[in-house]
Nanobody, 115 residues
Framework: VQLQASGGGLVQAGGSLRLSCVASESISSINVMGWYRQAPGKQRELVGL???????TYADSVKGRFTISRDNAKNTVYLQMNSLKSEDTAVYYC??????????WGQGTQVTVSS
């Protein structure tokens, strides 16, 4: 599975961005699609996951502000980010977990939030 992430950019604190991750094949059977982020000097961390059954889960730091959604018809996963904070600045990566054992990563998209 190849993943292509896009939608990053520079935004002021309090603003919004929507990231997209397009997969090279159908995502309807992919167990888990997710978003992670990595800030300078920090480890990559989970932002949120969207399971094939439809449920979602989020890191505490983004709950209530970020929303993950899957559009199986477009083979696309979205990350809607609202009320952005400077601490959300990072490179955001999409991820696909196939058959609960194979991990695939997109190339990352930079999000910069200015205060």
């Amino acid at each position: 599975v190849q993943l292509q992430a896009s939608g990053g950019g520079l935004v002021q604190a309090g603003g919004s961005l929507r990231l997209s991750c397009v997969a090279s094949e159908s995502i309807s059977s992919i167990n888990v699609m997710g978003w992670y982020r990595q800030a300078p000097g920090k480890q990559r961390e989970l932002v949120g996951l969207a399971l094939s059954r439809g449920s979602t889960t989020y890191a505490d730091s983004v709950k209530g502000r970020f929303t993950i959604s899957r559009d199986n018809a477009k083979n696309t996963v979205y990350l809607q980010m609202n009320s952005l904070k400077s601490e959300d600045t990072a490179v955001y990566y999409c991820n696909a977990l196939v058959n609960l054992k194979s991990n695939y990563w997109g190339q990352g998209t930079q999000v910069t939030v200015s205060s």
